[in-house]
């Protein structure tokens, strides 16, 4: 079974902004011509590609083959005996044979989520989720994107621990398997080069 984390703010956040640079363009195209709106388009388009590089794109994958990052430039495969700590302080991170592994798909709340928390919020949270006596951070908080993504990693994660699977880990990789989202990186360097033409030509 495969859970994949994407935050819902991030996606209305991306469609909105969307909404609003068409409007911006349209608004141009009306008021300033068909040249403007040209000359707008590139900065438009790059500014709502940025947005949803940041925004919709990254998520957070389980299986059972282990977690898939899926960051603004690169996505990272890490398989389960490569895992060895799971912490929230600032996001979802990963602490693994590779390094650290950092969601940006799971930022983790502001000190004010923790103060408002009940302790029935923190029913039924995997064993590996608590410090000492039985203390929690902010980012492990179930509502919280990193609490959420954390808490099915953890619990995927104990499942395997307990069952000794975890035993005697066997790293198949020297590194990670990862590969750089080259068409984003491409297509920002293009909307930029056009952006910088069309601001000689105007």
Known sequence: MR?????????VMTVVFAGLGAVALVMTLISDGSRAALLLAPWDALAVGLVWAIYWRPEVAVDDGGVRVVNVLRTIDLPWPSIQRIDTKWALTLFTHYGKVTAWAA????????RMAGRHDLK??????????DSIRPG???????????LVVRRRWEELRD????????????????FWHYRTILVGAVLVLLGLLSSVLA
Not at 124 to 133: I, V
Request: aromatic share 8%; charged share 15%; no cysteine.
């Open 107 to 114: 930022p983790a709340p502001g000190g004010l989520a923790s």
């Open 3 to 11: 859970s994949v984390f994407r935050p819902s703010f991030g996606r």
């Open 140 to 150: 492990d908080l179930p509502g919280s994107p990193s609490g959420s993504a954390a």
């Open 124 to 133: 039924g949270l995997p064993e590996s989720t608590f410090g000492p006596g």
């Open 163 to 178: 069952a000794g699977h975890l035993d005697d880990p066997k790293i198949e990789f020297e590194a990670p398997p990862s």
